[in-house]
């Protein structure tokens, strides 16, 4: 039986783990050893825990199914051998391999900032479900937050802790908010809308020091001396690739670590790796639909060859992976594709008093790419477009201007969408694949996800699951996908339905 150790049981090692052993005859017995001593959960909904949307217990994944995946959660790998292909965890086990899966993900980037060390109380990433744990205990007892660091994460977590009660002033460097994804006037209109939901920001301002009292954050002291006063400092300032087990063994490392287009290591075929931790040559996004394909892909070709040479399948269509949807109450901004270069067309309608903002970016008679704030119709309009490669209208400027026309139509339903249709975007799940499903019994969301993964990514699908298991699973189904039982079938739903909300810390 050949062994795989796979080091990392995040969303991307324990996928791979799973994918690996499913269908394999077998002939593999994996051992997944995480750091981290909590079940795999979804870390990309842990600013939905801290808005109270989501339990602690909601963004758990399931465990590999398969006997043969040995998970040792807890345990932290000190060093690898590769002349004797084994790994040595802080409880001096070693564990032997014949493929070894690097699957380390990343950690919080903390900045270069005066105050920080020693670290004070008050002052937390959001990068693990224990920092997610501790900012919301530190809210019961905050007054006011600042959030250094407006990208996706950053802008969530300020509306999420505004939904919590406290004043919250978001800090960003660049001259635009989420800059990687939104350019100055889009970036001005998601800025209008947050102060629409009552959070502050300094855009275009550098953090020079965080200011402390008695070992507590007081503070956030800009480079133009302006203090903002703060009982909580939450950093969303990006994320480091976790490489140091691959440097200290001598595998090739640059931001991340180096592999090929196999995901294999050039140093040592024996080694892969996948996800944060990885930099392939086409790049690595930061989004897990990345990090869950590569974990397809390379199951496949191992279960295929069974000794590791061999190319990697062909890549499913990428287009979905790099759909951005911010998953914060009051917002709807959604990107996806390019932002264009000067062989594309760009085409854009901007209202910011409307707090509208609508661009498109077309390359002969594609989309490939578009920005949408304020109105989730039109971004329906445009991923759909986007998503199926649909043809262009010989106007592309139609792009912009009919679905805004129609947006006081009925939006249509999951439920009438055709069976080839992407509902869950982050796994590649098609309507097909979910009424096959609920066809076989499978009467719950809940149980949907189980067979297919359909919403166990960013949660947006949620509501078009819940619609296809009321439409075609048992009579009486529940689906449990919110707090009070209700369960909207629109494939423009901009957000997922939220659970329970969080009471305490735990």
């Not at 980037?109 to 224990?130: I, M």
Request: aromatic share 2%; net charge neutral.
């Amino acid at each position: 039986m050949t062994r795989v150790v796979v080091v990392g049981n995040g969303m991307v090692g324990s996928r791979f783990a799973d994918e690996l052993t499913d269908g394999d005859g077998g002939r593999f017995a994996v051992t997944v050893l995480g750091a981290e001593s909590a079940q795999p959960y979804n870390r990309v909904l842990l600013s939905q825990v801290v808005a109270g949307r989501y339990e602690l217990a909601g963004i758990t994944l399931s465990r590999p199914r398969s006997e043969r995946v040995a998970v040792h959660a807890g345990a932290v790998v000190t060093a690898v051998d590769r002349d004797d292909r084994s790994v040595r965890t802080a409880d001096g086990a070693r564990h032997r391999y014949d493929f070894l899966v690097l699957a380390t993900g990343a950690a919080a980037r903390v900045p270069d900032l005066a105050g920080l060390s020693p670290w004070p109380g008050g002052v937390h990433a959001l990068r693990t479900v224990d920092d997610a744990r501790e900012i919301v205990a530190a809210t019961l007892n905050a007054r006011r937050a600042v959030v250094l660091g407006a990208g996706v994460l950053g802008v969530e977590t300020a509306v999420a802790l505004s939904r919590r009660g406290l004043a919250v002033t978001v800090v960003h460097p660049s001259a635009a908010l989420m800059d990687r994804q939104l350019d100055q006037p889009a970036g001005g209109v998601l800025a209008r809308a947050l102060t629409g939901l009552g959070v502050g920001h300094r855009v275009g301002a550098r953090a020079s020091r965080v200011e402390t009292v008695d070992g507590r954050v007081r503070g956030l002291r800009l480079d133009d001396g302006e203090l903002l006063p703060a009982d909580l400092l939450v950093l969303c300032t990006g994320t480091v690739p976790e490489t140091g087990l691959a440097r200290a063994c001598g595998l090739p490392v640059r931001r991340g670590v180096v592999v090929d287009e196999q995901l294999q290591s050039p140093a040592d075929r024996r080694v892969m790796a996948l996800g944060d931790c990885a930099e392939p040559p086409e790049g690595a996004t930061g989004l897990v639909a990345q990090g869950w394909e590569q974990a397809a892909r390379l199951a496949a070709r191992l279960r295929a060859t069974g000794t590791g040479p061999g190319a990697l399948p062909r890549r499913r269509d990428r287009t979905a992976d790099d759909v951005v949807r911010v998953k914060a109450d009051g917002l709807d901004v959604v990107t996806m594709g390019t932002r264009g270069d000067d062989s594309a067309r760009v085409l854009q309608l901007s209202d910011p008093d409307r707090g509208r903002h609508v661009q498109v970016v077309v390359e002969g008679d594609r989309l490939v790419g578009a920005t949408c704030l304020g109105d989730p119709e039109v971004a329906a309009e445009l991923l759909a477009c986007y998503t199926r490669g649909a043809p262009v209208p010989a106007d592309p400027a139609r792009l912009l201007l009919s679905p805004l026309a129609a947006t006081s139509s009925a939006a249509v339903p999951v439920t009438a969408l055709p069976d080839d249709t992407v509902v869950c975007r982050c796994n590649g799940v098609t309507k097909h694949t979910i009424a096959e499903a609920c066809r076989s019994g499978a009467g719950t969301a809940e149980e949907v996800a189980a067979r297919t993964r359909a919403s166990t990514g960013c949660g947006g699908c949620r509501a078009d699951v819940c619609a296809l298991v009321e439409a075609l699973g048992p009579a009486g189904a529940s689906t449990s996908p919110s707090a009070d039982g209700s369960c909207e079938d629109l494939v423009t739903q901009a957000s997922p339905p939220a659970p329970a909300a969080v009471t305490s810390a735990g």
